[in-house]
C-alpha cells in the first residue's frame, strides 16, 4: 500500500494539481489530505471545486473549524478571505469533514495530534523558538493511539519519528505555503526553505512504513503574484522563497 500524504493546501490550487499529478506518476494508490485546505491568499473556491469529485479521504484542520465561525470580527486575514470566497454547499462539506480518520485498521489521519488540531506534533515552540520535539515528547502527544502509521499536518515541516514501540509518525510538509510566522505559544517561525510544494509517499513494506518526502516543481511565482494582489506580502515572500 503506497499512500500519498498531502497537507495544508491552502487554497493554492497550482501547487495541489502539481501534487496531484507526481502522486498518480509515483502510483500512490491512496491520496489522503490532512487538512488546513482553503485559508490564505489565492483560491479557496476553486480548490474546493477540485477536490470535493475526487472523494479523498479527508479530514479539517484548525482553519477549517476557524472559518465555520460566524464571527467574522474574530477571523484571521486567512479565514476571512477563505469564508467570503466559499460557497454554502462548499461550506456545508467542510462541515462534514471528521476532526480525525482512520484510512485502513492501522492508519490513522490527524491535523496536530490525536488530541488537539492545533498543538504541533514533531515540533516543540518554546521561547528561543522552534525546535524538533524529542522522542518523549512526541510519545506523550502520540499517547495511546492504536494505529503503526499516524500521519499529521499543521507545522508545514516535512518531518518523521519512528518510536520504540514501531510506530511512525509522518509530517508531509505542506503543499501550498511553505513558510509562516506565529506568536503563539511564543514568537516562531515555519520555513522549509524553498518554494516548492511538499507531500510524502508513505509505502507499507515488509519490515514497516517507509517515508519518501516530495518536493515538487509550480509556477510559485504566478501564486506569489496572486497573492500580492490580493494584499498579502506575507504570503507573497513566502510563496516565492519559502521564508518569512
Known amino acids: 500500500m503506497k499512500i500519498a500524504a498531502l497537507s495544508d493546501i491552502h487554497g493554492n490550487l497550482a501547487a495541489l494539481d502539481a501534487v496531484l499529478d507526481d502522486a498518480h506518476r509515483q502510483g500512490a494508490d491512496v491520496i489522503v489530505n490532512l487538512g488546513d485546505i482553503f485559508s490564505g491568499a489565492l483560491y479557496p473556491c476553486q480548490t474546493a471545486d477540485r477536490l470535493k469529485p475526487l472523494g479523498l479521504p479527508t479530514i479539517r484542520g484548525n482553519h477549517e473549524r476557524q472559518l465555520l465561525s460566524n464571527d467574522l470580527s474574530r477571523m484571521g486575514l486567512s479565514d476571512r478571505f477563505a469564508r467570503g470566497s466559499l460557497r454554502d454547499d462548499q461550506l456545508a462539506w467542510i462541515r462534514d469533514l471528521p476532526a480525525t480518520l482512520k484510512v485502513v485498521e492501522d492508519v490513522l489521519l490527524v491535523h496536530g495530534t490525536p488530541e488537539s488540531d492545533l498543538s504541533y506534533f514533531l515540533d516543540t515552540v518554546t521561547e528561543h523558538g522552534c525546535r524538533v520535539a524529542t522522542v518523549d515528547e512526541v510519545e506523550s502527544r502520540a499517547g495511546n493511539t492504536n494505529a503503526t502509521l499516524i500521519l ?56 514497516g512504513w517507509d517515508v519518501d518526502f516530495r518536493a515538487v516543481e509550480y509556477d510559485w511565482h504566478e501564486a506569489a503574484n496572486v497573492a500580492a494582489l490580493n494584499g498579502r506580502p506575507d504570503w507573497e515572500t513566502a510563496l516565492r522563497t519559502g521564508y518569512c
Do not use: K, W
Request: aromatic share 6%; hydrophobic share 30%; net charge positive.
Open 152 to 207: 499529521c499536518g499543521h507545522t508545514h515541516l516535512q518531518r518523521s519519528m519512528r518510536l520504540d514501540d514501531g510506530r511512525l509518525i509522518v509530517n508531509p510538509g505542506s503543499v501550498g505555503l511553505q513558510a509562516y510566522e506565529d506568536s503563539l505559544p511564543f514568537p516562531h517561525r515555519m520555513e522549509m526553505g524553498s518554494p516548492h510544494a511538499r507531500y510524502a509517499l508513505v509505502t507499507r513494506t515488509a519490515p
